[in-house]
């Protein structure tokens, strides 16, 4: 029983020492260094304004009153209605929560009053990595197209407050389906951070760098200048010798001259092997003629651009032989072999065919679009008739023109009219 009754007068004590409403107080998030302000008020004067800070100091705020060196001073306009604390210079040590206690004048009698909010010292995150099948690393191998689809976890870690991320894919942006996995809190206050992007690979990416930009208040301009807040991933997209899209075609070819057949081609790593296999059964390694002599194959050479390799044959006399046939450029790498068909022709390149309509096309039987824009065609002109006559008649008939007009008058009608005006 005695217990109880001890309850029962501590709530009552607490009760009337928090009966004072405290309002006003906002959390802040500043980078060190920064300035922060707190700011708190109550409807009645106020007669003691005190902050306590998270590593419990208390300061009681006064006009005139600097704490550790002007650093902590008070801020407001009329200490009996505003209770504020300005730091001049946030430290890592303001970190955290801080309290106003009021005590105030209210019905002729002291009470007091409290209200807490958080002071955010912003800190970019000590460690940026990227993880790639469950390793640190800064390069990855893709083989395309059996693995495209990778994994790729971006780590931020040692942050506080929580920060967002971006790609970059060589210099532009880059986006694809985005997991963000749980924080991990830190002893110290601050958070590790992890985005996990799926990344589909493409040829065309091959030597370029995947970065992950971290977005973070706690930052200085010195810092992103830098580029602190990236990390990159070095991309080796390794792929078989890429399709052409159709056979290419040579023309120009004249019997009895020579003739050189340049074909580029996008593949990585570097092709191990190549030859051209002819239309006429002949097989003709790079670095090597033929046996007639009649073709020679150069060595691959790099180009025209990054990632593109070039193959030359000399055709040394064409032959009559040689004309609308088909042969193929044979490459092969690491991971894969792959055929590039081209044809050669004696004559020049024809010209672009001219537009058909879909009966010519279809040798002079209509198509279905055409079958069915008849009938429609002819409706409209019928409504456009319809509409031209009931035009006509309605003006016609309102200036007695044509059929409206009235009829001639006859000699009898003329003489009536003459002794009418008489």
């Known amino acids: 029983m005695e217990i109880l009754h001890c309850a029962i007068l501590l709530a009552v004590l607490v009760q ?12 802040v998030e500043v ?3 920064e300035e922060a302000i707190l700011s708190c008020t109550t409807p009645s004067d106020i007669l003691f304004c005190t902050f306590r800070s998270p590593t419990d100091e208390t300061f009681t705020m006064k006009p005139g009153i600097p704490y550790e060196e ?5 801020h407001g306009a009329d200490e009996k209605k505003e209770c504020g604390l300005k730091i001049t ?22 009470k007091k009053g409290e209200k807490a909010a958080l002071i955010t010292v912003a800190k970019p995150p000590s460690d940026i990595h990227i993880v790639v099948d469950g390793e640190k690393t800064a ?13 790729v976890k971006c780590v931020a870690a040692g942050g506080r407050p929580a920060a967002s991320f971006s790609w970059m894919l060589g210099e532009d ?3 694809g389906p985005i997991e963000d996995l749980e924080n991990t809190a830190n002893e110290d206050g601050t958070s590790t951070q992890s985005q996990v992007l799926t990344y589909e690979s493409q040829p065309s990416h091959n030597g370029k760098q995947l970065t992950c930009i971290v977005n973070h208040k706690g930052y200085s301009e010195d810092q992103l200048s830098a580029q602190e807040n990236r990390v990159t991933l070095d991309l080796d997209v390794q792929f078989k010798p890429v399709d052409a899209d159709k056979p290419q075609a040579f023309y120009n070819l004249a019997v009895g001259k020579e003739h050189v057949v340049l074909m580029s081609f996008r593949a990585h790593p570097r092709p191990s092997e190549l030859h051209w296999a002819l239309h006429d059964g002949v097989e003709v390694s790079q670095g090597s003629e ?12 790099d180009g025209p651009s990054d990632g593109m390799y070039t193959a030359r044959l000399t055709i040394k006399t064409v032959n009559q032989e040689d004309a609308d046939t088909e042969s193929n450029l044979v490459v092969t790498n690491e991971l894969g072999t792959t055929k590039y068909p081209f044809t050669l022709s004696l004559g020049e390149k024809p010209a672009a065919a001219p537009a058909v309509s879909d009966s010519q096309e279809n040798g002079g039987v209509p198509s279905p679009t055409e079958a069915g824009s008849g009938p429609v065609i002819a409706i409209v002109i019928v409504a456009i008739i319809i509409i031209v006559v009931i035009v006509v008649a309605v003006i016609a008939r309102s200036q007695g023109m044509l059929c409206f007009a009235d009829p001639p008058k006859t000699e009898e009608d003329k003489e009536k009219a003459v002794e009418k005006e008489e």
């Not at 002007?70 to 008070?74: A, D, F, K, L």
């Not at 990855?140 to 059996?146: A, C, M, S």
Request: hydrophobic share 35%; aromatic share 8%; net charge negative.
């Open 31 to 33: 980078r060190e260094g």
């Open 70 to 74: 002007g650093r902590i001073v008070y």
């Open 290 to 301: 033929s046996i007639d002599k009649r073709f020679e194959a150069d060595l691959l050479t």
């Open 173 to 175: 942006q880059f986006s």
């Open 139 to 151: 390069a990855v191998i893709v083989n395309y197209p059996e693995n495209k689809d990778r994994k």
């Open 16 to 27: 009337a020492q928090c009966e004072v409403p405290v309002e006003g107080l906002e959390s």
């Open 89 to 110: 210079n946030v430290k890592e040590k303001d970190n955290g929560e801080w309290k106003c206690l009021l005590t105030a004048l209210l019905d002729g009698q002291a």
